[in-house]
């Protein structure tokens, strides 16, 4: 049905190879390639990351442009609205929490608002609010709190609107 082509390889153009280049650089152009380094490849914000080891303890607000991994204790506010915030199973935070998706698997105390999504692992334990437009409480997982899946409130605002459709959630 099919026949079998040999493929023979393709000769290098030796003529083109081996021909001198005689194109004259002037020194307008060599001084400003000199001057002008290349620009640097940029790195996306999704590629970044930041870790609070086991042992670091903050207390205040933190924002930024990179995603973070919450290992120690953090208090007050945490401001990444367009990145990812994960608590790991040892992380101890004790403040309302505003990204693009959070991960709890350790222990949260505060409100989080998800412009994307909330997950609460089956290490983890959070006692408040979430909002977000989507929400994963997977089994084993510990929660007190409100759940508000509208989206309309995910990040707009420190306290979540307590007249629209909220489901009020608790497991143990």
Known sequence: MFEKIPKTPKKPNVANSTKPNFTKKTPSSAASAAKTPPPAPAKSTREQSTTIGASIKIKGELSGE????????VEGTVKLKDNSISVSKQGKVQADV?????IVQGELSGDLYGTESVTVASSGRVSGNIVAPRVVLEDGAKFKGNIDMDGKNAGASH????????TKASTA
């Open 66 to 73: 990179e995603d973070l991994v919450i290992q120690g204790n």
């Open 159 to 166: 306290a979540p609107d307590t007249a629209a459709a909220s």
């Open 98 to 102: 505003y990204a693009r998706t959070i």
